[in-house]
């Protein structure tokens, strides 16, 4: 697997001791699951056409990460919506 920059930081610092994990309280665990619920509920269904090397590749790249293609598909639009990657112009 590869990681970026700050994942390959965080890594080392983690194997080299300098920094220390900790298990997080019950509190803590169950805000978690309550920000992942929140995050994960869909409450829209969409149709939406794709060009069939489209569908195909994102089929592949799904498969590819183990989830299925409409999680990737929506992943891509949430990311896209929260700013955290640009549609090239042109």
Known sequence: MKHNKEEKYI????ESGKIKLSTPSKQEVEAIK???NNTFRKNKSITIRLYDHDYIGIQKKAMEMGIPYQTLISGIIHRYIEGDFKIKAG
């Open 11 to 14: 890594l080392d610092a983690i």
């Open 34 to 36: 309550t920000a992942a």
